[in-house]
């Protein structure tokens, strides 16, 4: 049995990811934390998911629970989630990290801490996310650079970065087989589009759980590629079966897409 451990217990997927490790076989919740002075902290984390008393009390810190654990689950922001994986580089304890919102050199760091450790990072853990990652890279090799390429990503209106990390990663994979620049939106008199531009736009709104169109248009015709979640529970499930996969990995970073074998 997988004993897990979720940063950012009482958070939107906080709670996801608790409920669905209770929903799966072969992992269960043994440690749950939020950050130093949060009103969850000392209440049974299943009681805060929604799915009743579990026996497990959210704690103030990941120091309090970082015994108990064979994987950390992370979906929180990059400040915290750096410090987790510190605290976790230093344990070997393996990651599964979901937050979004990196700068680059963030990023770099992260990469840097986890190195030593098996971690799973991905901008989106959705099962069918992933796919359309993999379906982008085919489109794009096929196609070549004769085709424009827009991107169009919705969320909530908490959502705090934007473009999301997803719309990002799905630019990154196309420009990863041929010239690109990135324009995030467009406003004024900016003259004829350039052909190696990707435009990225973000639209934030309402209760929007996560939307992403990627667009190839060319001469007569065009090609949309959509993936629209209904609820958060399509990444609290792929969360899981990461952190099922990634426990006795050896030390490296891993995608979704590793997880999923595609």
């Known amino acids: 049995m997988v004993k897990a ?5 009482s958070g939107r997927m906080g709670r996801k990811i608790i409920s669905a490790i209770s929903q799966t076989d072969g992992i269960e919740l043994s440690g749950a934390f939020e950050k130093k002075g949060h009103p969850d902290i000392g209440r049974d984390a299943g009681d805060v998911a929604g799915i009743g008393n579990i026996g497990v009390k959210i704690e103030g810190s990941f120091e309090d629970v970082i015994e108990r654990g064979d994987v950390l689950i992370d979906f929180t922001v990059p400040e915290a989630t750096l410090y987790n994986a510190k605290l976790a580089a230093k344990k070997g304890l393996p990651m599964v ?11 770099n760091e ?7 450790i098996p971690c799973v990072i991905s901008p989106n853990m959705s099962i ?3 796919v359309l990652f993999k379906i982008v890279a085919d489109v794009c090799r096929i196609l070549g650079e004769e085709y424009d390429v827009e ?3 919705a969320h909530h209106h908490f959502k705090k970065d934007a473009p999301s990390g997803t719309a990002l990663r799905i630019a990154e994979i196309i420009a990863s087989q041929r010239k690109a620049s990135f324009i995030y939106g467009r406003k004024g008199i900016l003259g004829e589009r350039k052909k190696e531009e990707i435009g990225i736009h973000a639209i934030r709104a309402g209760d929007i759980v996560g ?10 015709e065009r090609i949309e590629l959509v993936h629209r979640a209904h609820s958060r529970d399509c990444f609290a499930k792929g969360a899981v079966r990461a952190a099922l996969w ?3 990995k050896k030390p490296g970073i891993y995608s979704m897409q590793d997880v999923l074998g595609i």
Request: hydrophobic share 50%.
């Open 5 to 9: 451990i979720v940063a950012g217990a």
């Open 97 to 107: 990290i979901g937050t979004t919102g990196f700068t680059a050199e963030m990023m």
């Open 110 to 116: 992260l990469r840097e801490t986890v190195k030593d």
């Open 128 to 130: 069918g996310v992933n």
């Open 151 to 153: 991107i169009i990503e």
């Open 211 to 220: 939307e992403h169109i990627v667009i190839f248009g060319g001469e007569g």
């Open 246 to 248: 990634i426990v006795g």
